[in-house]
């Protein structure tokens, strides 16, 4: 069966510093691979999607950049947070059109 | 995207049968309409998914109108771990992107 693995669950960052969450997922192959962000007490967002190695999509301008060095690994960074970066990072992979999105359990963002 | 319209909250008795309904009247003819739910503090989950004819499943069903303008997820007894908020989502069959683009949503409320 396939699996998600988001990390960390948690994470407090000071304004500046830089970021990096992982996300790999098992089971699958050629997965489609998507960042969501959520604000606090708002919808979720899309920040990137991913069709394959190397290929990146961005949906919103924004302080972050996110790489897919490996088939089933999407990565997610900064180099200077804001304090408009925190929030629920989302992680999600998706098999085809007929298949739903899963998503990982989520990194809980503050910027202080 | 096409955009879908959600009431922005529901409420329920628990074992009693939930409507929430759905309005696209923009739909296209390759869009599936998606419905997911997010529990508090957890990533989305998928719930069904339809494109002409009604669905179900073991979570809930899903009625979708001969013009395919509206839909209706039906959950058939509420519980109160139902209490979520729940998304409909148009999601084009023939992007290879196979994204997601989330709404405001219809929070649901299950009284005990």
């Known amino acids: 069966s396939q699996t998600i693995h988001q990390w960390p669950a948690t994470l407090v960052q000071p304004v500046g510093s830089p970021l990096s969450l992982e996300c790999t997922v098992e089971g699958t192959s050629n997965p489609n691979l998507y960042w969501y962000r959520q604000a606090a007490g708002r919808g979720l967002q899309l920040l990137f999607y991913?069709?394959?190695?190397?290929?990146i999509s961005s949906e919103v301008p924004q302080n972050l950049s996110a790489s897919r060095p490996q088939d089933r690994q999407f990565i997610l960074s900064s180099k200077k947070l804001l304090l408009s970066d925190s929030g629920f990072y989302l992680c999600?992979?998706?098999?085809?059109?007929?298949?739903?999105?899963?998503f990982g359990n989520g990194t809980r963002l503050t910027v202080t | 995207d096409a955009k879908t319209t959600q009431p922005n909250s529901m409420e329920s008795n628990e074992e009693e049968p939930v409507h929430l309904p759905c309005n696209h009247s923009?739909?296209?003819?390759?869009?599936?309409i998606h419905w997911y739910r997010q529990l508090p503090s957890q990533g989305p989950e998928y719930v069904i998914h339809g494109l002409t004819s009604n669905v179900n499943n073991r979570m809930a069903s899903l009625a979708i109108a001969e013009d395919r303008k509206s839909s209706t997820l039906i959950l058939h007894r509420a519980t109160l771990r139902d209490a979520a908020v729940y998304y409909c989502?148009?999601?084009?069959?023939?992007?290879?992107?196979?994204?997601?683009?989330f709404g405001s949503g219809t929070r649901l409320l299950v009284r005990p």
């Open positions: 999600a992979w998706s098999k085809d059109r007929d298949s739903p999105l899963h």
């Open positions: 923009t739909i296209s003819g390759t869009d599936y």
């Open positions: 989502i148009l999601r084009d069959r023939v992007d290879s992107s196979y994204k997601l683009i």
């Open positions: 991913s069709v394959g190695i190397g290929q």
